[in-house]
């Protein structure tokens, strides 16, 4: 099963909006609302942003919001702040094998 | 607040068994499925498995035939078993546990474990 494909990298300066994608297939992304999105800072555990495709934890920023089109799901973050360089990864519940996926991750640099 | 305390054995040779146990502080393994999730270093994240507060497992099928995830509600804790690692099973590996209304978004995650194997 592959994993979800995601950008290597985006950039953005303080102050803008960027947007990472996470394209799947059929079999997760385009037929299933069950994509999340985390961040993780170096040498730390991954931390939940975005669930069922646009839902935030409580305590979440609302500069972070997940939307999601066919088989790619997006996560956009406004107002850009230096706090937010990280690596994010996007994953889904995939039908085949009730297996989780999940995506290779993208760095953030926040100029 | 609930919050999962893991912990393992860090350096395993090749052949031997990676074990780790994930103990649950401050709630129950009750109404939910509980995962394991490995990240090798620079790389990006793989779901192992998952157990039920009752036991009943989902496993990655690329593990699955190495793989044992169990529970122990006496103890609130889960655990672990990879049979016969490789270098290839190098990583760190996370306990977590999702939200309540989303069995596939980890909510909640161990510290992690930096599991190295090598001769």
């Known amino acids: 099963q592959s994993a979800l494909t995601q950008p290597a990298s985006v950039s953005g300066s303080p102050g803008q909006s960027i947007t990472i994608s996470c394209t799947g297939t059929?079999?997760?992304?385009?037929?299933?609302?069950?994509v999340s999105w985390y961040q993780q800072h170096p040498g730390k555990a991954p931390k939940l942003m975005i669930y069922?495709?646009?839902y935030r934890p409580s305590g979440v920023s609302n500069r972070f919001s997940g939307s999601k089109s066919g088989n790619t799901a997006s996560l956009t973050i406004s107002g850009l702040q230096a706090e937010d360089e990280a690596d994010y990864f996007c994953?889904?519940?995939?039908?085949?094998?009730?297996?989780?996926?999940f995506g290779g991750g993208t760095k953030l640099t926040v100029l | 607040q609930v919050q999962l305390q893991q912990w393992g054995a860090g350096l395993l040779k090749p052949s031997e068994t990676l074990s780790l146990t994930c103990a649950v502080y401050?709630?129950?393994?009750?109404?939910?499925?509980w995962s394991w999730i490995r990240q090798p270093p620079g790389k990006g994240l793989e779901w192992i498995g998952e157990?039920?507060?009752?036991?009943?497992?989902n496993y990655n099928p690329s593990l699955k035939s190495r793989v044992t995830i169990s529970v122990d509600r006496s103890k609130n804790q889960f655990s672990l078993r990879l049979t016969s690692v490789t270098a290839a099973d190098t990583a760190a590996y996370y306990c977590?546990?999702?939200?309540?209304?989303?069995?596939?978004?980890?909510?909640?995650w161990g510290q992690g474990t930096m599991v190295t194997v090598s001769s």
């Open positions: 157990v039920s507060h009752s036991g009943s497992t």
């Open positions: 994953s889904s519940y995939s039908s085949i094998s009730i297996l989780k996926l």
């Open positions: 069922d495709v646009s």
């Open positions: 977590a546990r999702p939200v309540r209304t989303s069995r596939d978004a980890f909510e909640i």
């Open positions: 401050g709630g129950s393994l009750s109404a939910y499925y």
């Open positions: 059929s079999s997760d992304v385009g037929n299933y609302n069950y």
